[in-house]
């Protein structure tokens, strides 16, 4: 049947006009006021919709807008709130004002709107949010997937079930893209021999327009149109599909638009196609591919999340060169080139796969892991992109995540920030002052505060069990979970290198814990297995039935359907939260953020973030043994230091009491796990040092690049030219000293000389250098140091003699040698770069 299809939705008193307009930009969802505004209307159909907001919009009775368009008191709301949003979101400049493009598979904004799977998608939606705070020209671009990720149902034996409930696009805050001439925008790419067409949608993040593609629409095949339907769904012929949709297609959407961003981010490498689209669009131009290639590398960044192999996606050369084979030819250049560009140099003899981290680190001048930690592993890791560099120098740095601070306050914790912690506190605040003003809130108050928080989890997590047959009836006769108990939580992503059942190795000493009358602990779990990690999904499972074997299941609850909501309920009230992966393999994490903003403490092992954060006055630490090899004597070990801490230090610090029956030096802890993630962990910092770091920089070498119709590109070209055809005939040899390197003593200088033979290269066009710094048990150099040499004579034709004098001014041992570079910095961040250094 053939039908007409349209909506009625209830007609909006001119009074309340601002709502429908504030109902379709997510900026209410981080202001309390304007989450008061839906509220007040009827709080019951909020909950019911669980907060999504144009749903609301269209299921309030008519009755009910009549009467609020003369009620005073929330008239005088609305202006307020719309006196904020005005403030905070002035007029769209337009895509064309748009200078910084970022690129996610995810998008964590609000429960509500379900493109999200777990902590990258959170983070993504976190750094909109902040460059929304802070006024940033930046647009950015995801899938809008019609059935997200998936819904979580545990079955009677705690087996995990996922449900795949449509989004109803109707009932979200969307607004098709429309042309500069009014039309509805829809993009197409290539794949293979056939023509993928996606919708763009836009949902306004504050000041940023997040542009969604669609392909469940008519102009697309069946085994199209479900290229947007599941997150993290399906094969590789299905991840690729949509890897090639977010990259490729997602910068023609930005073209479509009329944006031509400087600098575009690579958040993962899920988006790592998208520098093919950048230099199709430069061909398209009119500007040949090898100086596109240079403009498009140079103003690209890619941040690295995981340093679990899963994470890092890779595809069958035989799988992927079909797809790309129409892309190379629209750029100009030979599919096989694309292809080695995501594989390591040493590998590409016999490589059967391209990586797309391998693609996006190539493809890009800035490059970053997500904690000071994982910068040092994802360097590790990825060395072999730059053979002749060693670890200390090779060029991934380091941002460390952040939360959006106003999403994930409790409001009682909010209402005290305010009263005690003065204006923008959300946004950074001094650090002094900020451990001042924190010191200032009586304890008192903040332990109310708190315990009221922890009284709302517990609430919520009685109606979330009671709501699930299959787990209520084994609860019978017992009542969940004490208000003023010991409650720590421990809620992610149930992969098994996060260990969530690591407490089971023990359980007598589980249930010792769990049975303790005197002082008793109480453990809330929640997290998704991936719907293909039976594993993971055994974990989840494990839990549940030792609850219910052993008769703890008041004690030791698993929450179903970990999302925004449940995670925000959480990070609010628990007392502690637990995080116990095996290091190094989480790179960063950020629920301990979130928790640590609202006071909770964290115990975790040293990994991510935490390794950076850990104090005593903040939290505890989990002793780990990196000297284990098999990861069950890992396990065991680091379980027992688990029980260790929680005994011997948690335990008795929560019970401790002293004046008004306060946890004295508890409440310490707390203030500091305060102070120290509202100064350090934010996003707002985080993505003021994107900007600093990275964006700046980048928006600033495009233009460069680009000025005078793109005559510094064009050089670059050239460079790189002579560069490649010469660079193998430069030698060097190993430095003379002038004194015995072996009777060496700080205040005292060496003179340091080399010959070099610079081939069909000339002494302009390169440095020499004195390679130096302390060096570990293998004598690799660990934090290398630079010294220019001096050219002193010409021994004969390009042959010449160079030396430095280098000062010691520090105790140790050292190693030293020199090498031949580029001058200047132009190449390095490039792959594999430029180094000669002298043979063996």
Known sequence: ??????????????????????????????????IELFLRIDPNLWRRVEGNSRRFMNMIPQER?????????????????????????????????????????????????????????????????????????????????????????????GWQIERYPANEINHMPLIRARDARGRSITISIPLMDKTLYAAVWLLWVGTIPLVLLDTEIAENPPEFREITWRLYGGDKTMRIRQELLLGYGGYKALIALGCRPEVCHMNEGHAAFMPLARLEELVRNGIDAETALEIVWRTNVFTTHTPVPAGNEVFEIGLARPYLEPIARAIGIDVDRIIR???????????????????????????NGVSRLHGEVARAMWKNLWPQRSVAEIPITHITNGVHISSWVAPRMRELF?????????????????????????????????????????????????????????????????????????????????????????PARLLALLTNKARPVQFVFAGKAHPADDAGKKLIQNLVLFAREHGVQDRLLFLEDYDIALARKLVQGVDVWLNNPRRPQEASGTSGMKAAVNGVINCSILDGWWAEAYTPECGWAIRGNENYTNDDDADNFEAQSLFTVLEDEIIPCFYERGAGDLPTRWIQIMKGSIVMSLGNFSSARMVQEYEDMFYEPAAAAFRELTRDNNALAVQLVEKKRR?????????????TASARLENIHIGDTIVLSTEVDFGGLSPDEL???????????????????????????????????YSCRLECRASGRFGLTTRITPKGNDWDNSIPGFICWPKD
């Not at 008193?13 to 981080?30: D, G, I, V």
């Not at 010991?486 to 969530?500: H, N, S």
């Not at 010469?726 to 190993?734: D, K, S």
């Open 341 to 367: 560009w995501g594989v390591p140099i040493g590998e590409r003899e016999h490589a059967k796969e391209m990586s797309m981290t391998v693609l996006g680190l190539r493809m890009a001048n800035y490059s």
């Open 767 to 801: 440095d020499v250098e004195v390679y130096y710094g302390t060096v570990d048990v293998h004598n690799e150099i660990l934090e290398g140091h630079v010294q220019l040499m001096q050219q002193v004579r010409q021994i004969e034709g390009n042959r010449y003699q």
């Open 418 to 506: 305010d009263r005690y912690l003065g204006a923008n506190w959300a946004l950074g605040a001094d650090a002094a002052q900020l451990c001042q003003s924190v010191s200032n809130i009586p304890d008192e108050e903040l332990w109310m505060a708190h315990e009221l928080c922890r009284q709302s989890v517990i609430r919520y997590a009685r109606k979330t069990i009671s709501s699930n047959p299959s787990l209520a009836g084994h609860c019978a006769g017992k009542t969940l979970l004490d208000p003023d108990a010991l409650t720590i939580g421990f809620a992610r992503r149930f992969a098994t290198y996060k260990r969530g059942a690591l407490l089971l190795r023990d």
């Open 65 to 157: 807008l009549e009467e609020l368009a003369h009620d005073r008191s929330y008239l005088q709301t609305l202006r307020a709130v719309q006196e904020e949003f005005e403030r905070d979101v002035p007029e769209d400049p337009g895509f064309a004002a748009r200078r910084m493009a970022y690129f996610s598979m995810e998008f964590g904004i609000h429960e509500s709107i379900r493109i999200f799977s777990g902590g990258l998608g959170i983070l993504s939606g976190d750094h909109l949010k902040a460059a929304s705070d802070l006024r940033l020209p930046l647009v950015s671009v995801g899938l809008l997937y019609r059935q997200g990720y998936f819904r979580q149902v545990l079955d009677r034996n």
């Open 1 to 34: 049947m053939n039908l007409k299809l349209f909506n009625v939705a209830p007609s909006i008193p001119e009074e309340l006009k601002f709502l429908e307009t504030l109902s379709y930009n997510m900026w209410w969802c981080w202001h309390p006021l304007a």
């Open 723 to 735: 560069l490649v055809n010469h660079f193998n005939e430069l030698r060097i040899n190993n430095p």
